[in-house]
């Protein structure tokens, strides 16, 4: 495995770029760096077979023996996130249609339908050809499968797959027609040949067939997966194989469910928010990286049981620039390093970065890059230089974070939140599991993530936010933990439908209603504008409800309003535990407060509660031994009480450690 040695560190390397000339010099460079692990021809498709069947693999030879000799290690990758031009012109066909039915052309990258026979088959044959030449290749790793699995098509080959993936999935019609119940616009269906793909409609679609076609189309791209690992696998079984996955909608899978066919649970992330808002995006996307990794763990025969670490990579960032729409924000100096420790503190085991050289042309010419178009003269090589240093000092850190709060996450809730037809547009899933994390993150608060039916010991406090679909089988794990003693917070738009998109009957959240003591009888979405006020002080915004309790307390009330004196936070204790209900999205200060408490009666703690604000602290736990990253997001100096000894100075540290502004210290504590 790629994590049973050092902290990788490395990034995407494309030497089909660049002239020969410039190879010795990235790996000269790359030495420098401390650079271990490249992923290699991820988009060099057409250079390696110009034409069907013809492969050109001399360079490619070129290029491993050299970075095999500058004892730097290689991820291969497949190349087929993006087809050559000879194949889209061999086989239209395999070009993606769009939900308008617009066939798209060869032009970009991802241009391909991952249904078609045409392009599984091509796919196969270069991965093929690759493994044939190099599963021996002693600079090789392991494989680095496709590059972010983030394509949709709506073509015939795609609605012939969607229709025998739902017979599978329901077995018969009368079955299919009650899930997506049909019998609402006169939408039954008597013959699977009826059933398309969810083209662009007259007007509002069915959500049933919406959710149905997202999953098939996360099964479709994980068989594309699966496939060539197993080809991959057979040529050398020693090898690492995964693929990179993406926070949010662009890679459009659940990563959960993908998890336990990977090898090693990779993930790519950009933030979007300049401002902290990318630290606190940086220590959601870990969380949930985390998470996956845990959950293949968890699930794979002979793995680490629950609470064990389970290793997963930072597989791409941005060395420097934040792309923000419309203009690049430049890293501020030190925000590299921080945004690479804050993955590493999370679990990640190294941080591996798109690019390892800025190309001249192309559509991502002003990507940043490790090196950059000023060369390696530069700020961003000398902070380069810096990190893999860093990396190296931190090469004892091992075991999981340490976390009693967990968020849970279900891919399958935030599709349904984007159905149209919903009481509100407004609502993002994405954005409630932001918020949620945000609000424990400025608290101090570890934070694993689960999704339903993960094992819950050891969690004193689980928040749902907008958990909207909830099935039987997690209304009864819910139910169980609470019973249990444990506390949950439950957001609204959690447990609103079941699996199939299908309203729950008898009030609002109809998976929770008893075990939250309350139900909301009618929902009030507000306007982007508009804000409630509560009775603490606090506002909610987005979303309000009229509750009826039956059997929780009231902890915050609405005040004014057609909702004037009645419940927006209510609390339920159920068996040995306690279950909060928030029927709004409360401000930022208000959610952390009340996530405080939350946490508080769980018996919950901080990770390091002297810890300043601003300062984000992380501990790592291997049995006795443990690591305290302190990470200053601030731009002044910052004193922090603990003792160890730091291994980025190697400085040992009695009663307090100083931070520089935007500096860090990852203290090997003292044990016991
Ligand atoms: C990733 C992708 C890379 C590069 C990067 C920067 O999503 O895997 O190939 O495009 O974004 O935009």
């Known amino acids: 495995m ?18 020969a000339q410039v190879w010795s010099e990235d790996v000269a460079l790359m030495r420098q760096a401390g650079v271990n692990l490249v992923t290699v021809g991820v988009f060099a498709w057409s250079r390696l077979e110009p034409a069907p069947g013809r492969y050109t693999f001399d360079w490619l030879d070129q290029v491993l023996d050299l970075l095999h000799g500058g004892g730097v290690r290689v991820a291969l990758a497949t190349p087929t996130a993006s087809p050559p031009p000879w194949f ?3 086989h239209p066909g395999a070009l993606p249609v769009t939900a308008d039915g617009i066939r798209l052309h060869h032009g970009s990258r991802d241009t391909y339908c991952a249904a078609t026979p045409a392009y599984r088959d091509a ?19 392991g494989w680095h499968v496709h590059n972010e699995y983030g394509t949709t098509c709506h073509c015939e080959h795609t609605a012939r797959a969607f229709r025998r993936w739902l017979t599978t999935r329901h077995g018969d019609l009368a079955a299919l027609n009650d899930a997506w119940v049909t019998s609402f616009w006169s939408q039954h269906y008597s013959d699977w040949a009826q059933i398309s793909t969810p083209r662009a409609t007259q007007y509002l679609p069915n959500p049933g067939h919406l959710l149905d076609f997202r999953r098939f189309w996360s099964d479709t ?6 496939e060539q690992r197993d080809l991959l696998r057979a040529a050398n079984p020693a090898l690492t194989i995964t693929t990179n996955y993406v926070l949010g909608d662009w890679v459009p899978v659940d990563h959960a469910r993908w998890a336990t066919e990977v090898d090693l649970v990779a993930v790519d992330h950009y933030p979007s928010a300049v401002d902290g808002g990318a630290e606190e995006q940086t220590a959601l996307a870990a969380d949930l990286a985390r998470g996956w990794a845990r959950h293949a763990a968890h699930r794979r025969p002979g793995s680490p049981p629950a609470g064990g670490a389970a290793a997963w990579l930072l597989m791409e960032s941005a060395p420097n620039q934040i792309h923000t729409a419309g203009r690049m924000h430049t890293k501020e100096p030190g925000r590299m390093l921080r945004h690479s420790l804050a ?4 679990g990640s085991h190294g941080a591996m970065f798109f690019q390892w050289r800025a190309p001249v042309g192309g559509a991502e010419r002003f990507h940043s890059a490790l090196v950059p178009h000023a060369g ?28 009693a709060v967990a968020l849970v996450v279900d891919a399958a809730s935030g599709w349904a939140l984007r159905h149209p037809g919903l009481p509100s547009a407004l609502p993002d899933y994405h954005d409630e599991l932001a918020a949620a994390h945000r609000a424990l993150w400025r608290s101090g608060y570890a934070c694993d993530t689960l999704t339903p039916g993960d094992p819950v010991d050891g969690y004193r406090l689980l928040v749902l936010p907008a958990l909207y679909l909830i099935d039987d089988d997690a209304a009864e794990w819910l139910r169980g933990y609470v019973d249990g003693g444990g506390h949950l917070l439950v957001t609204y738009l959690s447990g609103v439908a079941d699996e199939h998109a299908r309203v729950r009957l008898g009030g609002y959240p109809g998976a929770l209603r008893e075990l939250l003591g309350a139900y909301a009888e009618e929902f009030h979405p507000l306007d982007a ?35 004037d004196a009645m419940p927006a936070v ?49 501990r790592r736990r291997d049995g006795a031994a443990s690591w305290l990253f302190l990470l200053n997001h601030t731009d002044h100096e910052q004193r922090v009480p603990a003792s160890g000894v730091d291994l980025l100075t190697a400085t040992p540290i009695e009663r307090a450690v100083t931070l520089a502004p935007g500096g860090v210290a990852v203290l090997r504590e003292h044990k016991g």
């Not at 796919?123 to 090789?140: G, Q, S």
């Not at 791209?221 to 699966?226: D, M, P, S, V």
């Open 343 to 346: 993955h590493v503190a999370r």
């Open 376 to 403: 390696p003269d530069s700020r961003v090589f000398r902070e380069t230089v810096a990190l893999g240093a860093a990396l190296r000092q931190l090469s004892e850190v091992r075991g999981s974070v340490e976390a």
């Open 221 to 226: 791209l994980l068989a594309a997966y699966t």
């Open 123 to 141: 796919a196969l044959r270069i991965t093929t050809a690759l493994a044939d030449r190099y599963a021996h290749h002693p600079a090789l790793a």
């Open 88 to 90: 889209s012109l061999a």
């Open 529 to 563: 504008a508009d804000q409630v006020r509560l009775d603490d002080g606090g506002t909610g915004r987005i979303w309000a409800e009229t509750l009826r309790l039956t059997g929780a307390d009231t902890v915050v009330s609405y005040t004014g309003g057609v909702l």
């Open 570 to 618: 209510t609390r339920h204790r159920v068996g040995a535990g306690t279950a909060w209900y928030v029927s709004t999205r409360l401000d930022d200060t208000s959610y952390r407060r009340l996530l405080d408490t939350a946490a508080r009666a769980a018996g919950v703690t901080t990770v390091c509660p002297d810890a300043p604000e601003g300062v984000e602290a992380v």
């Open 2 to 19: 790629w994590t049973d040695g050092p902290l990788c560190y490395g990034g995407d390397y494309n030497p089909e770029q660049w002239p």
